[in-house]
């Protein structure tokens, strides 16, 4: 599992995080995407790691334009995870 951070740039109000979740739960495979707009950022929980590009394109079809894009590993942590 990856966790995608982009900075997107356009995004104004709830709408605007919900057309860009919605565009990508419709184009990638993800466990997870949440947008705020206050922070100019979309944070996805995928299985594994989607292309800048794509996503870079994706996002522009909505109207807003990715800034960043940093990848990390994500380990989901819970109350019965070992350590």
Known sequence: M???TLGVDGMMC???EAHTNDAIRNNFKV???SSSHSENKTEIIAPEEIPQAKLEKVIA???Y???SY???PYEKK??????
Not at 78 to 83: C, D, V
């Open 61 to 63: 079809e909505t109207g």
């Open 78 to 83: 819970g109350l019965f995870s070992k350590k």
């Open 70 to 72: 940093e990848v990390e």
């Open 14 to 16: 709830n709408m605007c």
């Open 31 to 33: 466990k997870k995407v």
């Open 65 to 67: 334009k990715v800034t």
């Open 2 to 4: 990856v966790k995608i």
